[in-house]
């Protein structure tokens, strides 16, 4: 079940992490995959890395990627300021919609990406996306980098509405959390419930745990920015706000986590109480040297509620690091 590469150093904690790993994943009672990689060595784990999950919001890392790609070309500037309109407003998470509705707000460029990355902001993402040049050239960028296996295939807005089975999605216009409130409630029971049945095997914007650790693997090693571009888009992970309960809810206080959450919310009448997807991906700083570990965890039909698929997520971490860190001495 699991793949190791390096060296056997600390053969013991890898022979846990073959029982620990799945015991979690297992009391989720859902799909989980899982990997992580020591940068500095190639060390590495997988639980169900090759299999396919929902993305959600951590789709917003390609996206951000593909954005800063322009920029490290000179094709865009960071300190470009553009006016939100009321065509970018997008429901869901985030500040923006809830805040800037009324047109006169401008944003620089930078400000966009932060918001994406640390409060996950839904309308920031698709303007940023739309700024990268749009999905096309998100998945272009993934397939010069050699990785295969994520896909960007459409917008936030239009995500959320295949989610939520809302078929008559207004075209060229942002949609307010009012608006989407009345298109929620007039989609009908049977549509909701066969979205939802749809999601399980739906590979648009999806990842498998193996190549999103790839990509923070090539991000973290400079090969797939700039240096200044690298640096800022860590920096802006290791700001994330979502997710405090779960790659780094059960790491040693102070321990650097450049990271990026995901979340579909549950079934009808569950919400965000049950989510149908939780994920994190990012990467951990190691105390002492000991280098750093990319990881993702996807967890994906989990009956159980939010914090227990979160706890689920965040006792892998601590295995993980455990593990590696154990190996390293």
């Not at 699991?2 to 979690?24: T, Y």
């Not at 779960?246 to 040693?252: D, G, H, N, Q, V």
């Not at 706890?311 to 295995?319: E, P, Q, T």
Request: aromatic share 4%; hydrophobic share 45%; with cysteine.
């Amino acid at each position: 079940m699991f793949a190791r590469a390096g060296e056997r150093v600390g053969l013991k904690h890898w022979r846990a992490l073959d029982v620990e790993l799945p015991r979690i994943a297992d009391s989720t009672r859902g799909r989980v995959g899982a990997a992580a990689l020591h940068l500095e060595t190639g060390r590495a784990v997988s639980l169900h890395g090759g299999m396919r999950f929902p993305l959600a919001s951590a789709v917003k890392v390609p996206v951000a990627l593909q954005l800063l790609a322009r920029v490290d070309r000179g094709e865009l500037a960071l300190d470009t300021m553009t006016c939100i309109e009321p065509r970018h407003i997008r429901p869901g998470a985030g500040v923006i919609a809830r805040r800037f509705s009324i047109p006169g707000v401008a944003l620089s460029l930078r400000n966009l990406l932060e918001l994406a990355l640390i409060v996950s902001d839904n309308t920031a993402a698709d303007m940023i996306l739309e700024m990268a040049g749009g999905v096309a050239a998100a998945r272009e960028r993934l397939l010069a980098l050699g990785i295969s296996d994520i896909s960007v295939d459409r917008t936030i807005l239009q995500l959320l509405a295949d989610i939520e089975g809302i078929t008559d999605l207004p075209q060229g216009t942002g949609v307010t959390p009012e608006r989407w409130r009345t298109l929620k409630t007039a989609v009908p029971v049977e549509c909701r419930q066969a979205a939802e049945r749809a999601l399980s095997g739906d590979l648009r914007d999806t990842a498998t745990p193996d190549a999103m650790v790839r990509l923070l693997a090539a991000i973290w090693k400079g090969a797939a920015l700039g240096r200044e571009s690298t640096s800022l888009l860590l920096d802006i992970m290791a700001r994330c706000e979502t997710g405090e309960d779960r790659l780094k809810a059960m790491l040693p206080a102070g321990t650097r986590v450049a990271h990026k959450t995901g979340t579909i919310e549950g079934p009808i009448g569950y919400g965000a109480r049950r989510p149908r997807v939780l994920n994190d991906v990012g990467i951990i700083d190691l105390p002492g040297g000991a280098g750093h570990v990319a990881m993702a965890v996807f967890v994906m039909g989990s009956p159980r509620d939010a914090q227990a698929q979160a706890s689920a997520i965040a006792r892998m971490a601590r295995k993980v690091y455990d593990a590696f860190l154990a190996a390293d001495q």
